[in-house]
C-alpha cells in the first residue's frame, strides 16, 4: 500500500477511510518551509514578548491573564491536562485514525505555528499502530473538539493511554513499545493540537462513505422487495424522471432499471393494480433526495479536512511581518448541520426500508402475493414475523436520535464561548443512525429473498429469472443465509446479512456483475 503523504490541502474522505484502516501516511516535504515559517514567527511573539492570545496568555476566560516567557510550556502542557475531561464509551480505533489524519493534515497547511515533529510524531504514531484511548464523550463543537483533542495530545506528550498491539498501556509505554519518544509542546502546540474539529470530521468522513454504500445498497434491497412483491418498474421510467430533473434522483432511477433488467417477475400492464405503494413507486424520489443530503455532507467534509481551524492563525507576509489573528475557525457549525442533515435523511431512508419489511411479511398489505410472515406455517409458526419488529423498533429510535443536535447551544467558559454547534454530538448520532439503517435494510434484504423463493415457487421458476443486479444480490445472500423454512432464532441471519450491507460486500458484487467501475 503506498503511502499517502499530507500536505494539507488534497486530503479527502476516501483518503482518512483509507488511512482508518491502515494506509501509511508521511509529511509531505513541501509543506514544512511554511510550517517552518509559522513556528519562527511564534518563538519571535514570545522572544518579544508580545501578548498573544494562548500563546503569552491564558485561555477562554483567562484570555486577559498574560504569561511570561519562561512559563509558555508549562501553560501548553496544563492545557492538555486539564482539558482530558472526555467520559463514555471509548471511540473506535477507526475513528482515531481518522481523527489524527484529519488533525495532522491541518496543522501541516502551516498557520498553527506548529513543530513538523510534532506533525511527524502524529504520523508516526498513525504508522506504528499506537491508537490514543479517546473517550467519545466532552466535545461541543467549539472551541473545536477540546476533551477528544485533549486525549490525544496527552499520548503525544508520553501521558494518557493508548493501545498498540492489541494492548491498552500508559501512552509513554505505548510510544516506546513502537520504538517512539514524546514531545515536549513548545508554545502554541497544545493549544494547535486541541482547538479544531477533528473528532468531528473524522468520524464525518467515515460516516459519509457508510452513507454513500448504505443508500446503494437499500437501492439494491428495494428492487430485490419489488420482484418478490410482483410490483412494476414502469416509476422508473427515464422519460419520468427527466421531467424532475434533480440529477441524483435520475442516477438513482437509472440504477434501478439496471438492477432490474431482464426481471421475469415484474407486473406488467395490470389495469386491476395500475400503480404500487409510495414505499415502491417512489423509491428514486426518496432515496435520490437522501443522495443529495450525503453528497453535500461529503462536500463539507472534504472542504473541513483541508482547512486551518484552530486558533489563533498565524499569518507571516513576505517581509516577514507576523500578523497573528483570532477568529473562529473552530466553530463546527457547517459539519454539525451537514451531519444533522445526513442523519436525517438516513432516518428516512430506515423508514423506508422498515415500510417495504411491513409490506413483505404482511399478506393483507401484499394482496397475498406472498404468505402471512413468510412462512407455509403460520399459526403452528412465526416465521419471520418478528425480524419486521426489530426493523421498526431501530427505525423509531432513529426518529429521537435524528433530532438535530445543531438546533442546541450551551455558554461555556464564563459566557465567553456563548454559543458552540454540538458537531461531536450530531456526527455521534449520525454514526448511529447509519448502523440501525444498515440492519434495517439487512432485514429487508433477508425478507426479500425469503419472498422472490415463494414468487418463484409459486411461478415454477428459478432465480434466474430476477433482474441483472437483484440476481447477484440473491445469489450472495443466500450463499450466507439459507431459505428458512421453519422457526428458528433469526439473529444470527440478520446479522449475516448486515455484515454483507455494512462491509460493501453486496454493493461491491452488484457492481461487478453490473460491470459498474
Known amino acids: 500500500m503506498d503511502t499517502l503523504l499530507l500536505s494539507g490541502d488534497k486530503l479527502t474522505v476516501d483518503d482518512v477511510v483509507a488511512v482508518a484502516h491502515g494506509r501509511p501516511v508521511g509529511l509531505d516535504p513541501a509543506a514544512v518551509p511554511a510550517m517552518m515559517r509559522s513556528r519562527a514567527a511564534v518563538e519571535q511573539l514570545v522572544t518579544e514578548g508580545r501578548v498573544v492570545y494562548g500563546i503569552t496568555t491564558g485561555f477562554g476566560r483567562f484570555k486577559d491573564r498574560v504569561v511570561s516567557a519562561d512559563e509558555v510550556r508549562q501553560l501548553q502542557l496544563n492545557l492538555v491536562r486539564s482539558h482530558a475531561v472526555g467520559v463514555g464509551p471509548d471511540l473506535p480505533e477507526e ?92 508554545a502554541k502546540e497544545g493549544l494547535a493540537l486541541l482547538n479544531g474539529t477533528a473528532q468531528m470530521v473524522g468520524l464525518g468522513a467515515l460516516f459519509t462513505r457508510r452513507a454513500i454504500n448504505l443508500v446503494l445498497t437499500a437501492d439494491i434491497a428495494a428492487c430485490l422487495s419489488l420482484e418478490a412483491l410482483h410490483g412494476t418498474d414502469r416509476a422508473y421510467d427515464a422519460r419520468v424522471h427527466a421531467l ?158 435524528a433530532h438535530p443536535a445543531s438546533s442546541d447551544s450551551i455558554p461555556t467558559s464564563a459566557n465567553v464561548e456563548d454559543h458552540v454547534s454540538m458537531g461531536a454530538a450530531a456526527v455521534r448520532q449520525a454514526g448511529q443512525i447509519v448502523e440501525h439503517v444498515e440492519t434495517i435494510v439487512a432485514i429487508e434484504l433477508l425478507l426479500a429473498a425469503q419472498g422472490v423463493d415463494f414468487r418463484c415457487r409459486a411461478m415454477g421458476v428459478d432465480a434466474g429469472c430476477l433482474g441483472a443486479g437483484t440476481s447477484v444480490a440473491y445469489h450472495l445472500i443466500r450463499e450466507r443465509i439459507p431459505f428458512i423454512d421453519a422457526d428458528t432464532p433469526l439473529s444470527p441471519h440478520i446479522e449475516a446479512a448486515r455484515q454483507l450491507v455494512a462491509d460493501g460486500s453486496l454493493k461491491r458484487a452488484v457492481e461487478r456483475g453490473l460491470q459498474i467501475a
Open 244 to 401: 424532475r430533473p434533480h440529477p441524483r434522483q435520475i442516477n438513482c432511477a437509472d440504477f434501478l432499471r439496471r438492477l432490474l433488467d431482464g426481471s421475469r417477475l415484474l407486473r406488467r400492464d395490470d389495469p386491476r393494480h395500475v400503480q404500487d405503494a409510495y414505499t415502491l413507486r417512489c423509491v428514486p424520489q426518496v432515496h435520490g433526495a437522501v443522495r443529495d443530503a450525503i453528497a453535500y455532507a461529503q462536500w463539507v467534509i472534504d472542504i473541513e479536512l483541508n482547512t486551518v481551524n484552530d486558533n489563533p492563525i498565524i499569518f507571516v507576509a513576505d517581509d516577514g511581518t507576523i500578523d497573528v489573528i483570532s477568529a473562529g475557525n473552530f466553530h463546527g457549525e457547517p459539519v454539525a448541520l451537514a451531519m444533522d442533515y445526513g442523519a436525517l435523511a438516513l432516518t428516512d431512508l430506515g423508514n423506508m426500508s422498515e415500510r417495504r419489511c411491513a409490506r413483505l411479511v404482511d399478506a393483507d398489505s401484499n394482496g397475498g402475493v406472498l404468505p402471512m410472515f413468510l412462512t407455509d406455517r403460520g399459526g403452528l409458526e412465526s416465521g419471520l414475523m418478528m425480524a419486521q419488529y426489530t426493523a421498526a423498533a431501530l427505525a423509531s429510535e432513529n426518529k429521537v436520535l
Open 95 to 186: 475513528a482515531v485514525r481518522a481523527m489524527m489524519v484529519a488533525r495532522a493534515n491541518t496543522l501541516a497547511l502551516g498557520y498553527s505555528g506548529v513543530r513538523p515533529a510534532v506533525v511527524q510524531l502524529l504520523l508516526d504514531m498513525l504508522n506504528a499502530g499506537v491508537t490514543p484511548r479517546i473517550p467519545a464523550q466532552g466535545s461541543l463543537g467549539a472551541s473545536g473538539d477540546l476533551a477528544p483533542l485533549a486525549h490525544l495530545a496527552l499520548v503525544v506528550v508520553g501521558e494518557g493511554e493508548a493501545r498498540v498491539g492489541g494492548q491498552l498501556l500508559e501512552g509513554g509505554a505505548a510510544l516506546a513499545a513502537a520504538g517512539l519518544r514524546p514531545v515536549e509542546l513548545e
